[in-house]
């Protein structure tokens, strides 16, 4: 393979390795809030994404700082790819800014 294929290799990879890190935080939220066992669920969550997230780092850099930073720019996008689909439909305005924040 080529060296530009393979870059966009190494970039799709880390899209696909933020869509699992990233969905799998929202499944986690969705599912962990009503749970009876909250703290599992996230604690659970947490050890097995972030797993599967450098374990994935670590095989497609395959020890080359060039991958895995390509790799990182796919992970990042991915985050913004999943917040922009996992968004409620009726959000149509900013959220409005919690009021008492500071001291008097």
């Known amino acids: 393979m080529d060296e530009a294929g393979m870059l966009a290799a190494v970039l799709l990879a880390g899209v696909l390795l933020g869509a699992v890190f990233y969905g799998g935080l929202w499944y986690t939220v969705l599912r962990g809030v009503s749970s009876g066992r909250v703290a599992l669920w996230f604690l659970g ?3 097995l994404r972030m797993g599967v ?3 994935g780092f670590y095989l497609v850099s395959a020890g080359r700082w060039q991958r895995l930073l390509l790799c990182l720019l796919g992970f990042v996008l991915a985050r913004f790819i999943v917040t ?3 968004r409620p439909a009726a959000e149509g305005h900013p959220p409005r800014p919690l009021e008492g924040g500071h001291a008097p």
């Open 45 to 47: 969550s947490l050890l």
């Open 53 to 55: 997230a450098l374990a």
């Open 84 to 86: 922009r689909t996992t």
